[in-house]
């Protein structure tokens, strides 16, 4: 039985395995990039959903993503999507892949894009209340079992384990996360930083377990109760979300006899050692001994091999890789690079605000940086990271970009007591016209914004400073009160408080005529 | 050498003053020209609906260049020794005809080519799209909008059918609930428009996305909304970071959608890629503040009950090499939101100069025939070759855009004679350093203006102008109001108007059909040439525009004019709006060794564009005064520069100094320079990319890659 018999007959036949974030982009680059009719592209999905962003899952979880607005760019003519479809084997020596359906597809080169699938770390049991979060179906579950009071163990402090507990909590569950090390997050965090996230978890009345490990599953009418540690105790609970990491999808490859660690060994061209008209990409992958499972580098894989199938020169993207940005409500975690090289570390480590910062500088750059708490400070770390920017001459200044500034730039004067500003001091931006002058009109005789205006434009342009001028003129006639005697355009006669306006008032009473 | 007899212009002044507008920006403020004592002209703002009485600083001192001291009141020939010496008329005109002979017989008729300016009336915005193609027979006319305006037009263009700045009057923007500004700084450049931002301030609803705590940024302070500071160069990504929050908070009018917009899914998936946090990586904007801002626009969107909301983009964010993508990621972040075409809410953008608006639709730019006309539509064609009395083959083609044009000067191939009007290319075009050189090496370079600006001194022959308080004619505003510029006093002897200039050189140079002068007579061919097209001009005439507010298109004298656009329907072929996919692209020069800096340009509050008008108005200060370079304190303590001291900032393209202003408004990895520059001897542009839009030409004036050090001691301050 044959496949699809799309595309021109000399098309190089690409047949991708997986339709995951990192397939949908490697199948959107390879069509923007090669040239019409060059590539004839086939993608056997094993969901029967257009393919979305996993990413955003726990977002649905946290209720600040609608599901239905997870969709990633649809592949179109002439890429032939086919969903539903579970390749069962690869035949390396025919060149083509079989469906459960029976349905045989040729390819020239075949993608592996199998991703990963989560990791339980419990024996198998058939206890209900046992579950992960990996898939569209798994995301509609977990929200429709995470009902307030409900007791949630979150089982793996990693980053998805700490987006879901927080997503849960917000739900109204009663969550927990267990952890089996001391540390949370232990890949991105050291053990200070963790500690800080670990308050500031609890701060959100979550639960956190640090250094327990989970050997069991305890149940009650086919249901789960609780959950047995290696020391001995049960730790009650109503529902187990596993958030222990994943596992590479990797048994159609291994089956084929392609060479399989971690994940499926690829070189640096992306293809299998074994067999050049075999790729593999994403999480499935093990590109040259190294793993993430992340989906930055995972779509720098896509970007690649798009540009070398579509015959475009390939070159490295050149982006500083590893930035972990953890998505939740209340809760700011960035890290990025890889800390404890030979650089400088500053740190900052404030527990009581929650808030953690530890950037490391060298060759005046930052090359790593944990930032906990500190929101907008991430944003600002991150941009320096990336973009390799000049470091500050004390790397101290990197921890507090987020000090008030004083920019001068606005409209200002409303916003400054009106009484201390200097006599310099622009009131009316539009119109370049200063304190000293409003004071100056006030002197000579003017009592209200208009006149003001007449005479020296403040407030003509935008309008924004009449209340600056309203405010002056009272304080002047607080001040410096009219009296019926005296001329208008006569010098006050009491001191104001600014010394520098009364200076003024004597050197220019009446400036600012137009 | 025959012309025409004309009468010679006497200086005569209104005795009971004029009213007509700015001189100056889009915002085409209102005023009135009253005699002054000293027998000058004194302006008096005028209450008006889009500067409600208010005036900057540059409105109060405009009528100062009527009195400027260097005023050109002769034409000037550069003669053998170099110099350029006061000629007479015949001498001016004798020397352009046979420069323009020679070059063409030579190379063709595509060996004369015209510079424009948004500056210009319709009438003569116009003129001068007929005078390139009729009497000088050349394909190569553009103008300076193609550094203002274009990628706006070429993305409004695409999504609506039609390009009007602002498609709904600017008082509107009053009753909105959120006023999102894309790189915008209107509380500099157009101060009395922020006046329609006060109730969206008291709202709390102001959001500014600008790389730098610009004047109208801080307007967002203290609770009146948010300012988002991105990056350079990554306002695309931002804005498909604010669709996504937007979809992700269930925000979209899908209503809306549905009814009228095309192409929305693909749309709504690409901005899947681009969650907040995602987001927050590639900007340096806080996620937080991404997901505040949408939700901002969301509460204020008209299908959730709220007051409106308006988008409004500016040159931040459209001059750039993918400026064309940013302005279509911000009309989609308004699609989502159900704004335009619909009162209350709306997306636009702010044109910048004068007449920039007025200046697109009527023949300037190089691929379009007056009424914003396809030149390369054969119906179109036919119908202006008619107005025009011509056969639509004698019509030439699209030529090139601004800065492909400037850079083909004087090459093998490109043309040998340049005429500029109303614009300032030696300091404002991007690279300008490589297009002063590309303007030396014409044959002949031919520059009407009324001050000896950067360019004008560098020509071969100066041609002596009227300025907008002499002449009369028409200007259309940001909000597409056709305005009434109304002279109030003669022009100094010796001066000619440009509708004579080139009535006089299409008759030297035998053309087919005599050009009209009387800027009432042209007003009326504009609107015969512009009937039926996109940007109908046809029921405005001179009076009706002075006496009602007359907003294109206005096919017929019965018609009431288009104060709102697309209410029913888009100008698209199937009345909908579409919804285009957005690249993303990075910065085009790019951080990099040795370049560890973003520079940003800009404009002051006292400054106008070049500044060869500014900078002559001695209330608005000394050129020098206006060049400085904005450094944030951590850069400046780097780099080992104090307020004041001279910094350089130097780019692949050339190098700058200027005086450091030590402030937090820009970012530790940005500096800011403003790009005004005629009257100084340094210019910004000298630095910036000429790398441009591959869909409108813009060149990518906002940012590059620059190294900043302390400069040398006592260099060019």
Known sequence: MSGDMSGDSNAHRVVVVGHGMVAARFVEELQTLAAPGAVAVTVLGAEPHLPYNRLLLSEVIAGRANINALTLPAASEPVVVRADTTVVSIDRAAKAVTDADGVVHDYDTLVLATGAEPRVPLPTSDLRGVRTLRTIDDCRDLVAAARPGRRITVLGGGLLGIELACGLAHRGADVTVVHRTPTLMDRQLDAAAARVLADSLRAQGIGVLLDVEVIDVVGHDGAVCGLRTAAGAVLPTDLVVASAGVVPRTELACAAGLPVEHGIVVGANLRSPEDPAVAAIGDCAQEEGRWTGLLAPGWEQARRLAHELAGRPVRASGSADGVVTLKARGLSVVTMGTAGGAGRTVTLSDAGAGRHVSVEVAADRVVAATCIGAPDLAADLTAAFERRTPTPKDPTHLLFAELPTGTGAGQGADRTNLATMPGNATVCRCNGVTKREIVGAHAAGDRDVEAVAARTRATTGCGGCASAVEGLLAWMEEVDPPSDTRPANATPLSTPVAADAHATLGAHPSQGSP | ?717
């Open chain 2, 1 to 717: 050498m025959t012309l025409t007899d004309l009468d010679a212009p006497q200086r005569r002044t209104s005795a009971t003053g004029t009213d007509t507008h700015c001189p100056y920006c889009a915002l085409q403020c209102a005023m009135r020209l009253e005699p002054a004592d000293d027998g000058r002209l004194a302006v008096q703002p005028r209450d008006f609906p889009t500067n409600q009485g208010g005036l900057c600083q540059k409105g109060w001192t405009a009528a100062e260049l009527l009195a400027v001291r260097d005023r050109i009141t002769t034409p000037m020939v550069r003669d053998a020794g170099g110099e350029l010496r006061a000629a007479t008329w015949q001498e001016a005109y004798e020397r352009i005809v046979s420069a323009i002979r020679a070059a063409q017989r030579a190379d063709g008729p595509d060996a004369v080519a015209v510079f424009g300016g948004g500056g210009l009336t319709n009438e003569k915005a116009y003129s001068l799209g007929k005078f390139a193609r009729v009497a000088l027979g050349t394909a190569l006319i553009d103008y300076n909008g193609r550094f203002c305006m274009s990628s706006a037009a070429a993305a409004g263009n695409r999504a609506f059918g039609l390009d009007r700045g602002l498609p709904f009057p600017l008082a509107d923007l009053g009753g909105a609930d959120a006023v999102l500004l894309v790189g915008s700084n209107p509380a500099e450049t157009m101060p009395p428009m922020t006046r329609h931002l006060a109730g969206a301030r008291q709202r709390g609803g102001l959001i500014v996305i600008d790389p730098r705590h610009s004047a109208t940024a801080a307007l967002t302070d203290d609770g009146a909304g948010l300012h988002l500071q991105p990056l350079p160069g990554t306002d695309v990504v931002l804005l498909l970071g604010l669709l996504h929050a937007v979809i992700a908070a269930s925000g979209t009018d899908d209503d809306y959608l549905a009814a009228r917009v095309e192409g929305w899914d693909a749309v709504a998936a690409a901005s899947t890629c681009w969650w907040p946090e995602r987001t927050q990586q590639a900007t340096g904007v806080p996620a937080g503040q991404i997901r505040e801002a949408a939700e901002l626009l969301v509460a204020a969107a008209p299908h959730r009950g709220g007051a409106g909301a308006y988008v409004i983009s500016g040159r931040g964010a459209e001059q750039h090499a993918h400026g064309t993508d940013t302005v279509t990621a911000a009309i989609n972040l308004a699609l989502a939101l159900g704004l335009p075409g619909r009162v209350g809410s709306g997306y636009g953008c702010l044109t910048g100069q004068g007449n920039g608006q007025g200046g697109r639709e009527h023949g300037q730019k190089c691929d379009q025939l007056p009424g914003y006309r396809s030149i390369t539509d054969a119906q179109a064609r036919a119908h202006v070759a008619k107005v025009w009395g011509v056969d639509p083959d004698a019509i030439p083609g699209p030529g090139r855009p601004a800065v492909e044009l400037l850079d083909s000067l004087g090459r093998p191939g490109g043309p040998r004679v340049l005429f500029v009007h109303g614009a300032n290319p030696a300091v404002s075009a991007p690279d300008a350093g490589a297009v002063r050189e590309r303007l030396g090496s014409l044959d002949l370079l031919v520059v009407a203006d009324f001050v000896p600006s950067a360019t004008a001194r560098l020509a071969d022959v100066v041609l002596p102008v009227p300025q907008w308080a002499e002449e009369d004619g028409t200007m259309t505003s940001l909000e597409g109001r056709i305005l009434r510029r109304a002279r109030a006093t003669d022009p100094p002897d010796g001066v000619r108007d440009e509708l004579v200039i080139w009535a006089q050189l299409a008759e030297l140079l035998g053309a087919p059909v005599k050009f009209a002068t009387d800027p009432v007579e042209v007003f009326a061919e504009l609107g015969r040439a512009s009937a039926g097209g996109r940007a109908d001009y046809a029921g405005a005439d001179h009076e009706r525009v002075a006496r009602e507010p007359v907003y294109w298109p206005c096919p017929d004298r019965e018609h009431s004019g288009t104060p709102r656009m697309f209410l029913d329907r888009f100008a698209t072929p199937s009345g909908r709006a579409l919804a285009v996919v957005p690249s993303v692209v990075g910065v085009d020069d790019d951080l990099r060794e040795g370049a560890r800096t973003y520079l940003l340009t800009g404009r002051v509050l006292r400054q106008y564009q070049s500044g060869a008008q500014t900078a002559r108005v001695a209330a608005l200060g000394r050129p020098s005064e206006h060049r400085f370079a904005e450094v944030h304190p951590l850069t400046a303590h780097r780099i080992g520069v104090e307020d004041g001291t001279p910094v350089r900032i130097t780019s692949a393209r050339g190098s700058f100094v200027a005086p450091t202003r030590v402030t937090t408004a820009v970012r530790p990895d940005c500096v800011f320079v403003p790009f005004h520059g005629d009257g100084d001897d340094q210019f910004c542009n000298d630095l910036t990319n000429p790398a441009t839009d591959p869909v409108s030409g813009m060149p990518e004036f906002k940012v590059c890659a620059v190294d900043v050090s302390a400069a040398e001691h006592g260099a060019g301050t």
